[in-house]
């Protein structure tokens, strides 16, 4: 640690006083329910505190005597500390964009590079170490070498080991038991508050990674929130709360796909099955007799048996096109579905075409991160992208279609197609996987079933043997309280 707590002081007080450490209940970017938020975000209207934040980086980067020639601060919080530090003291500075773009140079790393050169990173915060670890790869992919990262704040839940793994010394300004500390001392929290955030540090503690291997993950995991304790999640999508509300108020976490060509049998499926259903899934393009009448008719089943209507339109195309798709055509989709899918292969300007016109509407949108059918391209980064395009658009994206749980963040819900009660696939490459699977092993929330239950002699009885199946799986994962 670069200060000691006396001299640290006047620094924690100003931070405080921009509320930048808020305590209450958090859900935090892994999906952990944490009492204590660090959000150094508001330092930027605060050019004294930014600058006394610059210098003390700048500090401990010189006691440590670290040899280097540029300095990467981590997108987004760090990056005006970056700027004041490189500004202030005549360093070159590099910034590492989010995103490639789409036209120019289509560069990921901005500012002069010179391959063999040793940039420092800055971050404001570490807890897994994976916004670091990112950041690093990329620099090294442009031929930088990177040893050294100055952090702000430490939270102490095992990020300096995880890239100690990966040969990155964490060189921290503070810890959190320091700030804590402090703030006990200056009267701002009690001692309850300080021994819930203590305890929490050392119940959440990250462990390191082969560099091989995957990110970090946790030692002692938080217990599995049931569908009615997400759902009054802080910040989670309206829908999202609604969905979770329905679902542990019908103890149903099925969803129908009711690819049928007729309305009239549509809404039959609607009417009969909807009491044992969360979510009817539609594609619209396959009625033979669409109307908007008919999907009037939907909604008010909806209504009546309290399910959500999802239309698979996977709408893969530029921002303005998908716009129009989504709104206007024969189909009208935003004026009947709650729910809507997107690839993320056009970049989010498909989310944002969307949200244009969802978000007054109370709509919301489910991001294909992975698919069932056997050979299928959505994998690894691909699956990673839409991870990172949903926390960006939380605001709109309410879960995924995946086959797994692809995000620890129990505000996201996960849908999983491709489920029948035996395991199996067809000859058109579809992958089927049991309910029990889906739901206890893989960490999904909901099962999507169309064939086992539209085949069957008698759907209502098949309906509710997937209901019972895919709500039982549910229950013995919270049992076991593995997330």
């Not at 103890?251 to 039959?268: K, Y």
């Not at 969307?354 to 299928?376: D, K, N, Q, T, Y």
């Not at 058109?428 to 239950?453: A, M, T």
Request: hydrophobic share 40%; charged share 25%; with cysteine.
């Amino acid at each position: 640690m670069a200060s000691s707590g006396v001299s640290l002081g006047p620094l924690v007080a100003g931070l405080y006083d921009v509320q930048a450490f808020k305590f209450g209940n958090f859900t935090l970017k892994s999906g952990i329910c944490s009492p204590v938020y660090i959000d150094l975000r508001g330092i930027v209207s605060q050019p004294r505190l930014l600058n006394q934040v610059a210098e003390i980086l700048f500090q401990t980067a010189k006691n440590a005597e670290i040899n280097f020639d540029s300095v990467c601060g981590v997108p987004y919080t760090a990056l005006p500390m970056a700027t004041v530090i490189c500004s202030t003291n005549q360093i070159p500075m590099l910034i590492r964009r989010k995103e490639t773009k789409n036209y120019g140079t289509k560069r990921l790393v901005e500012g002069t590079v010179n391959p063999g050169e040793t940039c420092l990173i800055i971050e404001d915060v570490i807890t897994t170490g994976s916004s670091v670890l990112e950041t690093v790869e990329v620099l090294q992919k442009e031929g930088l070498k990177v040893t050294d990262v100055i952090v702000l704040l430490d939270r102490e839940q095992g990020g300096k080991e995880v890239l100690a793994a990966y040969g990155i010394q964490v060189h921290s300004v503070c810890t959190l038991s320091t700030v804590l500390e402090i703030l006990e001392q200056q009267k701002k929290i009690d001692a309850e508050m300080f021994e819930r955030v203590k305890r929490f540090i050392q119940e959440n503690v990250f462990e390191a990674a082969h560099p091989n291997g995957s990110l970090p993950s946790v030692k002692k995991a938080p217990k599995e929130l049931s569908f009615g304790a997400r759902a009054e999640l802080p910040r989670i999508h309206t829908l999202a709360s609604k969905l979770l509300k329905l679902m542990q108020k019908k103890e149903t976490n099925l969803c129908l796909s009711a690819d049928v060509s007729e309305a009239r049998e549509l809404l039959q499926l609607a009417d009969n099955l909807g009491p044992s259903i969360c979510v009817l899934k539609t594609h619209v393009d396959i009625l033979n007799d669409f109307t908007l009448d008919v999907m009037k008719e939907l909604t008010s089943l909806a209504q009546r048996h309290e399910f959500l209507i999802f239309e698979d339109r996977k709408f893969a195309d530029i921002g303005s096109t998908v716009k129009k798709q989504y709104e206007d055509g024969v189909f009208k989709i935003a004026s009947w579905a709650d729910l809507v899918n997107a690839h993320v292969v056009p970049g989010s300007g498909v989310v944002k075409g969307l949200r244009e016109v969802g978000l007054p509407l109370h709509r919301g949108c489910l991001l294909i991160a992975e698919m069932s059918s056997a050979g299928s391209l959505a994998t690894g980064n691909y699956t990673e992208a839409a991870v990172r395009m949903a926390e960006e658009h939380s605001e709109f994206v309410l879960g995924f279609i995946s086959g797994t749980r692809v995000s620890m963040n129990p505000g996201f819900l996960h849908l999983t197609p491709g489920v029948q009660l035996q395991e199996g696939g067809d000859h058109l490459g579809q992958q089927y996987n049991s309910p029990q699977e889906v739901i206890s092993k893989r960490g999904s929330d909901i099962i999507i079933v169309g064939r086992g239950i539209l085949t069957s002699a008698n759907r209502l009885e098949a309906a509710e043997k997937y209901r019972k199946a895919a709500w039982e799986a549910y229950l013995s994962r919270l049992d076991r309280g593995e997330p």
